[in-house]
């Protein structure tokens, strides 16, 4: 079965900047879109970003426009997400995931998730 691992999480000051790691064995990335997801306190999970599996095309949400670059290694089989100028709103557990077949803003879409890495952005 595929166990996405997410890591980099940690406690940044506003304005600061963080990347987040999501590696896992029993899929090869390459082969899938890859998404990462987050959940704030007391809020739903919603749609931070996504990479293309075959063409590498990148997506993301208005929120997080400009201050983030998703990418992928495939050596490595690893998925990262390079945030930066983080604001309070940034908070939140951050979700690596497999999309089933193409790439969606819904999570429904996803299949395989990882536990999660938390972000906490300070003032």
């Known amino acids: 079965q595929v166990h996405p691992v997410e890591s980099g999480g940690g406690l940044v000051q506003a304005g600061g900047s963080l990347r987040l790691s999501c590696a896992a064995s029993g899929v090869t990335f390459s082969h899938y879109d890859m998404g990462w997801f987050r959940q704030a306190p007391g809020k739903v999970r919603e749609f931070v970003a996504a990479?293309?599996?075959?063409?590498?095309?990148?997506y993301d949400t208005h929120s997080v426009t400009g201050r983030i670059t998703i990418s992928r290694d495939d050596p490595k089989n690893t998925v990262y997400l390079q945030m930066k100028n983080l604001k309070l709103e940034d908070t939140a557990v951050y979700y690596c995931?497999?999309?089933?077949?193409?790439?969606?803003?819904?999570?429904?879409?996803?299949?395989?998730w990882g536990q999660g890495t938390r972000l906490t952005v300070s003032s």
């Open positions: 995931a497999k999309a089933t077949t193409d790439w969606d803003y819904q999570d429904l879409y996803y299949d395989y």
């Open positions: 990479i293309g599996g075959s063409s590498d095309n990148t």
